[in-house]
């Protein structure tokens, strides 16, 4: 009977034919590329699967997801690496701004043209500020939120979580004596909701609780717990499920699901932490080492160093009987009598013993250097500068600094228009059809209907926060110079300090008039060529 042999013997004994055969590049013969060798030091025990993009993420998403939320719960750094992220792009106003395409909605109309467009875009940018703005918070399904800090929320999700998930719910019941302007409303959902029904398995037209279509594996809808799984209190909702279809026949979205998509395939998605979980556990359970250790050497910080211990000394005295009652009465008389030199009590010592001072080596050498490289590690993950996730400034200058600032804007700025064109744009688009179909916007004569030129109506930028200056003088200098080589806009340029520049221009034209009438000189801004004084305008009767 053969004995089984255990797979490394297999592949030994296949590498060693191989050599004898003389094959090249099988296996145990000379592989093309380092990186396939099965039997280098480096690489004999990394076999990774090979497996689909949902074989991936969907098996192993509740555990992933399970231990970044633990981490941005309890891990200091990572909490405030998510809160740059989300302040540089979302932060306090996510503004829309409304570009209708008039150009591809000319061919219905002569009246579709800039004029239009601008007088379109006031209204709806109005409409939309009362929607997403309402004291009431009716665009909040559950009404706690301004739409804005629902982005904000929706966009932790699918940093921490891999995915943002809405629903639009139509409640006209809300509207007039419900204190509602819109019938439109919009509930977030927790991903971990959106699942396969009864814990079932993958199929070809269901992955991760989203319904496909069989032809192009397209995205027809959405399966949702009623419930949250970990909510003892609705154990029984959270064993159903509700089907919601992904849109209305005629194309109104009806639940919003927005991820990055990493690999061609993907239906569900993964949060930044995820390639760095391992590495910040780490440097977490290492810091709280390193502050166990210091605390111990802080409370031990001096202790007395005796030849013998207390059981050596009491049996070399328990023969003399004097010794013993003498060294009683000496405690007993330092004990009532304590000696005091300046308000500061003198220790008394025993013969032979001396008082001594623990010196501190915590934390340390080789902690800061560690930590720093895991925090690296972190900034380089989630798209931030070192100096953003640390907030120690103190080795950059302005150079590097404004590098940094560079390329993470880059990053905020892709991170910000994925978030609108994925969650934001379709949620304005529902509101904005509301708003057409109610006769709230000004439309030519031939206007084609909404939902045949939904995109071209839709069309749409989102002011997020400013990007803030390094050196406010040299940069600005450096703006207005682009702009009158025509480099930019001076809508650019505003929009990326989060200011809307018809705004600035109103404003602008207001403080004129006032200082115009109050007689105060106007500044250099207003008063023309920045190189011609400005002249005192006469007082306005």
Request: a neutral charge.
């Amino acid at each position: 009977m053969k004995r089984a042999r255990s797979a490394g013997q297999v592949l030994r004994a296949r590498r060693l034919r191989a050599q004898a055969s003389g094959v090249p590049g099988g296996i145990g013969g000379a592989f093309a590329y380092d990186a396939a060798n099965l039997f280098s030091q480096e690489s004999a025990t990394w076999q990774p699967w090979l497996r689909s993009p949902d074989g991936e993420i969907n098996h192993d998403r509740d555990r992933m997801v399970a231990r970044s939320r633990d981490l941005i719960r309890n891990d200091g750094w990572a909490t405030g690496g998510v809160t740059r992220i989300l302040d540089s792009a979302i932060g306090s106003q996510f503004r829309l701004v409304a570009k209708p395409d008039y150009r591809a909605l000319e061919r219905f109309s002569p009246g579709f043209d800039a004029s239009w467009a601008d007088d379109f875009g006031r209204v709806v940018e109005a409409e939309w500020r009362m929607f997403a703005d309402d004291l009431g918070r009716h665009c909040d399904a559950e009404r706690h939120q301004t739409l804005t800090q629902m982005f904000w929320v929706a966009l932790r999700h699918k940093v921490i979580d891999g995915d943002s998930l809405a629903c639009l719910l139509w409640t006209p019941e809300r509207v007039g004596a419900g204190g509602a302007r819109y019938s439109t409303s919009v509930q977030l959902i927790d991903p971990d909701r959106l699942s396969n029904p009864y814990g079932q398995m993958d199929t070809l037209t269901l992955r991760g609780g989203v319904q496909l279509d069989g032809a192009s594996a397209a995205a027809v809808g959405y399966h949702i717990r009623q419930a949250h799984q970990g909510d003892v209190y609705a154990a029984v909702p959270s064993m159903h499920w509700d089907y919601f279809p992904r849109e209305t026949p005629w194309g109104r979205p009806i639940v919003v699901h927005d991820f990055d998509r990493e690999r061609a395939g993907q239906h569900r998605g993964t949060g930044i932490l995820t390639p760095i979980l391992a590495r910040m556990r780490m440097l977490s359970r290492y810091d709280q080492a390193e502050l166990q250790q210091a605390l111990l050497q802080t409370v031990f910080a001096t202790v007395i160093e005796s030849p013998l211990d207390r059981e050596d000394l009491a049996l070399a005295t328990a023969g003399d009987e004097m010794i013993g009652a003498y060294q009683q009465l000496r405690g007993e008389h330092h004990a009532a009598n304590p000696l005091m030199i300046g308000g500061v009590k003198v220790p008394h010592l025993a013969p032979g013993e001396t008082l001594k001072s623990q010196s501190a080596t915590r934390p340390n050498s080789g902690f800061e250097a560690f930590q720093s490289a895991v925090l690296r590690a972190l900034a380089a993950a989630t798209g931030l500068s070192a100096e953003q996730l640390t907030w120690d400034y103190s080795k950059t200058n302005y150079s590097s600094a404004r590098a940094a600032m560079l390329e993470a804007w880059k990053t905020a700025i892709r991170r910000r228009d994925w978030f609108a064109m994925g969650f934001a744009n379709p949620i304005y688009g529902a509101f904005l059809e509301e708003v057409l179909e109610r006769g709230l916007a000004p439309l030519p004569r031939n206007a084609p209907p909404f939902a045949e030129m939904r995109t071209a109506y839709a069309r749409c930028r989102w002011i997020g926060p400013a990007r803030g200056w390094v050196d406010p003088v040299a940069e600005r200098q450096g703006a207005v110079l682009g702009m009158e080589a025509g480099l930019g806009t001076l809508e650019d340029e505003a929009a990326e300090q989060g200011r809307d520049f018809e705004e600035n221009l109103d404003q602008r034209a207001l403080e004129i008039r006032m200082m115009q009438e109050r007689g105060i000189p106007l500044p250099t801004w207003a008063a023309g060529s920045p190189n011609r004084p400005a002249e005192r305008p006469e007082k306005a009767k």
